[in-house]
């Protein structure tokens, strides 16, 4: 009976948000290698002055630091994290309801947050600055933006984000819509972002174990959305038992 009633569930009133929600996963995973690689080829700047340097002679590069991908990213998690709600509130209604609040209230906190903005413009103002006092004004708010942008849009809402993205794969457990590699793919990406950020504010010698934890984040989350996507958007062409 219950199979059935996900079945219907999954087949008769809302098959254009799950094929919307499969695309967007899809997607998701094409910008996750693009964060990868911006990651992974760039060196991060330690000063404002240096990102003030950075966008002023390309802006696209000086917001794919302060994760421009990411915002696209969190915008096109709308309609996956609300496929999945759909499909799983039978299964944990409960636990859904909380998860998909818990990513919301994460997004919230990232674009609340995110300085990327603010950056490109005292870079203008910096540049524009014609004495010492306001270009080391400019550069005490830049040193604050970055702050912010580090303590606060990425690990605060990567925290409460992982740790939907972990609910919600614990309920796909219990579930017949999706598979076991699915649901511990998403469990293993939200755990590990979650002990990563841990791990990097315990101590500077546990820094680089911050970072195995990162990657394996990074990987298992992009496995999670290729297979949500996959099964999102299979589900148009899926009939009620």
Known sequence: MNQMAESETADSRWQGLYQLGGVTALIIAVLLIGEMVVYAISPRPDTALEYFAIFHDNWLAGLLYFDLLGMFSYLLFVPTILALYVLLRRTSEAVMIVATALFFVGIADFF????AFSMLSLTAQYAAAETDAERAMFLTAGQT???LFNENAF????????AAWAMIAAVMLRSNLF????????????????????LEHVSANTL???IFFYF?????????VVLVGRRLYRLRRERPL
Request: hydrophobic content about 65%; glycine content about 6%; proline content about 0%.
């Open 145 to 147: 933006m970055i702050t």
């Open 179 to 198: 598979s076991q590699l699915t649901a511990y793919a998403g469990i293993i990406a939200g755990a590990a972002g979650i002990t990563a950020v841990i």
């Open 216 to 224: 394996v984040a990074i990987v298992f989350l992009f496995v999670w």
């Open 112 to 115: 609340a947050t995110n300085t």
């Open 208 to 210: 680089y174990i911050a």
């Open 155 to 162: 690990l605060v809402s990567y925290v409460i984000v992982s």
